[in-house]
């Protein structure tokens, strides 16, 4: 942020808001969660602690935009809006879950219901089949127990040393990137070498935490439940060639159909980030008749991202997020800090 930009900020905090509302609070807010734990399970994880939030947390957030009179809409109204087709008279919030975890159903599914609250989930196929890598949890368990990772593969061999879990975990962006990078012909073999893991292993851990073809199927026929794609195997798509990208994101699709018997319109970029997406994949989302397609990259919703219906923004959302922050998210500064007065950032 330049010293124009600060000023700016300033200016906007001084205002407590009211400021920037008018230029970035935009027509609302994406949020993206991924699990729903209790908080006796929520407590077990470190590294992943955050990547789930407490079902009485997920309420009071619901509760808290009701009271702002916050209006939650699915995908599809959002992608109707943005084309122009309908017209939206209050802000308005859209939920989105991310991977397919099975916790949305048992923890997520009766606050949604009992809210009436629209929602979608995206769902990686690869959790639902058996063979999700989930190597974001491999990491904190390994990371308790030894001192050093080698990942060797193909394109580098690298080596990653800690002291204690916590270092380890402070190592977390970088081992990562260094996943990621992996190509995902060989991430299975890599895997399992560098965490010591089994087949049986890794596909025990993916069905204990994962959502059945079954019960993604209930969840669907749930009216205000919409099941996205999100890959078939969790791949960071700007990591990987174009062929690959394709072959990733309709096979996901296709699949879903197939299995809940609908058309499946919304798509969410694995991890998201911008080491994970670039334009030739927001692409390629348009080209297999997306109506909406979101990054992990936090910013408000404005009705000029209709040219950017492949790449919206997202805000996180998580047991730690704060009033202050909830409400720098509806104001627009929160966007303002991460953004600045560009409402795509992502071209
Ligand atoms: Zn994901």
């Not at 916050?70 to 109204?77: G, Q, R, T, V």
């Not at 394109?155 to 190592?171: G, L, P, T």
């Not at 404005?302 to 219906?309: D, E, L, Q, V």
Request: glycine share 6%.
């Amino acid at each position: 942020m330049n010293w124009f930009e600060q000023k700016i900020l300033g200016l906007f905090v001084k205002t407590k808001g009211k400021l920037s509302a008018r230029i970035l609070a935009g027509q609302g807010l994406i949020f993206m969660l991924h699990r729903v734990l209790p908080e006796n399970e929520r407590e077990k994880y470190t590294l992943n602690r955050d990547l789930a939030i407490t079902p009485e947390k997920l309420e009071e957030y619901i509760l808290f935009f009701k009271q702002h009179d916050y209006h939650f809409i699915s995908l599809d109204e959002l992608s109707d809006w943005l084309d122009g087709k309908i017209k939206l008279n209050k802000k308005i919030v859209c939920l989105t879950f991310d991977d397919g975890y099975r916790d949305n159903l048992i923890h997520g599914l009766p606050i949604l219901k009992k809210h009436q609250v629209p929602a979608t989930i995206y769902v990686t196929n690869c959790l639902p089949n058996g063979t999700g890598l989930l190597w974001w949890y491999y990491f904190e368990e390994f990371a308790n127990k030894a001192n050093r990772l080698i990942l060797d593969s193909s394109i580098r061999k690298v080596e990653f040393c800690w002291k204690d879990s916590n270092d380890a975990f402070s190592q977390f962006q970088q081992v990562s990137e260094a996943i990621k990078s992996i190509p995902s012909i060989e991430l299975r073999h890599v895997l399992k070498s560098s965490f010591g893991l089994t087949d049986e292993e890794m596909e025990k851990h993916c069905r204990e935490i994962s959502l059945t073809w079954d019960e993604i199927k209930v969840l669907s026929d749930e009216t205000m439940i919409n099941i996205g794609a999100h890959t078939m195997n969790h791949v960071s798509v700007k990591q990987q060639e174009s062929e690959l990208v394709k072959v990733e994101m309709l096979n996901s699709k296709l699949e879903i159909e197939s299995k809940i018997g609908k058309k499946v319109a919304h798509f969410a970029y694995p991890f998201g980030g911008e080491f994970d997406v670039c334009e030739r994949d927001i692409k390629i989302a348009s080209s297999l008749g997306f109506k909406t397609s979101t990054l992990n990259q936090p910013g408000n919703i404005f009705k000029t991202n209709k040219s950017r219906k492949q790449a919206l923004a997202r805000m996180p959302l998580g047991n730690r997020t704060e009033a202050e922050r909830m409400n720098n998210y509806m104001n627009g500064i929160y966007h303002f800090s991460v953004n600045g007065f560009k409402k795509e950032k992502y071209s």
